[in-house]
């Protein structure tokens, strides 16, 4: 397991050893002192502290910058997604109330894609740079840092920026209490639920194993190596991994647990493939679309809070000081209860 790095030192920290207020050092430290009326002696001297104690390697990067772009930008893993196309929506819909220019790029899971669209937004001097779902998130931050950007990251976490993500954790564990009621509520004896999608490696899908488990455990069941699979996240992968689970099976599991609306449309189609009914399992989905709940009325989803998700993005924008290791968790919302 790999260790957390060393905490870094904050605007705070800064702001002691100066004797000054964190307000006084982001301002010196992003440039825009001068119209704070802020003295040379004083800007001088946060700066001096900065670099001796270390606290960024982009240091001269953001003591230089004088001038705002007016641009913002962000990275999305896909668009044909409900949950991350009202991402850049709400992301876009706030950059406009502040009179930024929004610029999105897709980078389909891809980290060389990911540092690509980076590169080209740096150099168009985008001021903030939010990824969101980044597969290498830290060495995004670095390459801001490297030019006196801000960087956030969004949905999945990272140590050198601040991040903001949906609770997975609660939010799993409260979608398996509802799976499991919902059985209780048909009578049903067995409560072998079958967990699939995502990534073992993946944050989210780690946390959201970890709530699956606890929910479990607190109401005295076991839960074994066969019953998470952890597939991808993509249809024909989840698709193939049910008709392989299914090979060591006689029947059905009484419920899925299903880590997204991609994996979803995969056990769709092994459902329907196999002459199965949606309706002949209690099926639970951490992830939300109107669509998805109007064809399956009785099938349960998890909303992850996009609106106050982004709101927490941009208080970080509009105050930048928060530590670069602070992980900002959103509850979620279960839809079908």
Same mark, same amino acid.
């Given at each position: 397991?790999?260790?957390?790095?060393?905490?870094?030192?904050?605007?705070?920290?800064?702001?002691?050893?100066?004797?000054?207020?964190?307000?006084?050092?982001?301002?010196?430290?992003?440039?825009?002192?001068?119209?704070?009326?802020?003295?040379?002696?004083?800007?001088?001297?946060?700066?001096?502290?900065?670099?001796?104690?270390?606290?960024?390697?982009?240091?001269?990067?953001?003591?230089?910058?004088?001038?705002?772009?007016?641009?913002?930008?962000?990275?999305?893993?896909?668009?044909?997604?409900?949950?991350?196309?009202?991402?850049?929506?709400?992301?876009?819909?706030?950059?406009?109330?502040?009179?930024?220019?929004?610029?999105?790029?897709?980078?389909?899971?891809?980290?060389?894609?990911?540092?690509?669209?980076?590169?080209?937004?740096?150099?168009?001097?985008?001021?903030?740079?939010?990824?969101?779902?980044?597969?290498?998130?830290?060495?995004?931050?670095?390459?801001?840092?490297?030019?006196?950007?801000?960087?956030?990251?969004?949905?999945?976490?990272?140590?050198?920026?601040?991040?903001?993500?949906?609770?997975?954790?609660?939010?799993?564990?409260?979608?398996?209490?509802?799976?499991?009621?919902?059985?209780?509520?048909?009578?049903?004896?067995?409560?072998?639920?079958?967990?699939?999608?995502?990534?073992?490696?993946?944050?989210?899908?780690?946390?959201?194993?970890?709530?699956?488990?606890?929910?479990?455990?607190?109401?005295?069941?076991?839960?074994?190596?066969?019953?998470?699979?952890?597939?991808?996240?993509?249809?024909?992968?989840?698709?193939?991994?049910?008709?392989?689970?299914?090979?060591?099976?006689?029947?059905?599991?009484?419920? /899925?647990?299903?880590?997204?609306?991609?994996?979803?449309?995969?056990?769709?189609?092994?459902?329907?493939?196999?002459?199965?009914?949606?309706?002949?399992?209690?099926?639970?989905?951490?992830?939300?679309?109107?669509?998805?709940?109007?064809?399956?009325?009785?099938?349960? /989803?998890?909303?992850?809070?996009?609106?106050?998700?982004?709101?927490?993005?941009?208080?970080?924008?509009?105050?930048?000081?928060?530590?670069?290791?602070?992980?900002?968790?959103?509850?979620?919302?279960?839809?079908?209860?």
């Amino acid at each position: 397991m790999l260790s957390e790095p060393p905490k870094r030192l904050t605007i705070y920290d800064l702001a002691k050893l100066a004797n000054t207020s964190p307000s006084t050092v982001s301002a010196v430290l992003n440039g825009s002192w001068q119209r704070r009326r802020i003295s040379q002696k004083l800007a001088d001297k946060i700066l001096s502290l900065a670099k001796a104690e270390g606290y960024s390697a982009n240091l001269q990067a953001r003591a230089l910058r004088r001038e705002r772009s007016g641009i913002i930008g962000m990275i999305l893993p896909l668009y044909d997604n409900r949950y991350f196309s009202s991402i850049a929506q709400h992301f876009e819909a706030q950059a406009r109330q502040r009179g930024l220019f929004a610029t999105v790029a897709c980078t389909n899971r891809n980290p060389e894609q990911e540092r690509e669209a980076a590169r080209m937004m740096l150099a168009y001097r985008v001021e903030c740079l939010v990824s969101t779902g980044a597969t290498d998130p830290d060495t995004i931050s670095e390459m801001c840092d490297e030019r006196g950007a801000t960087s956030i990251h969004m949905d999945l976490p990272g140590y050198k920026a601040p991040s903001v993500i949906s609770d997975n954790r609660e939010g799993a564990r409260r979608l398996t209490d509802a799976i499991l009621d919902r059985l209780a509520g048909q009578g049903t004896r067995e409560n072998d639920i079958l967990f699939i999608g995502g990534r073992s490696e993946d944050h989210n899908t780690r946390e959201r194993i970890t709530g699956f488990t606890q929910a479990r455990t607190q109401r005295g069941l076991a839960t074994s190596k066969a019953d998470i699979i952890t597939c991808d996240y993509a249809a024909n992968r989840t698709q193939n991994a049910l008709e392989e689970y299914m090979r060591q099976r006689t029947r059905l599991p009484s419920a /899925m647990f299903v880590n997204s609306t991609i994996s979803l449309e995969g056990v769709v189609r092994w459902l329907q493939l196999g002459g199965y009914q949606l309706d002949d399992m209690v099926m639970g989905c951490f992830d939300w679309d109107p669509l998805a709940a109007a064809f399956h009325p009785s099938l349960l /989803m998890v909303r992850q809070d996009v609106e106050v998700m982004i709101e927490r993005v941009f208080e970080i924008i509009d105050t930048p000081t928060v530590e670069m290791n602070r992980c900002i968790e959103v509850s979620p919302e279960i839809i079908g209860v």
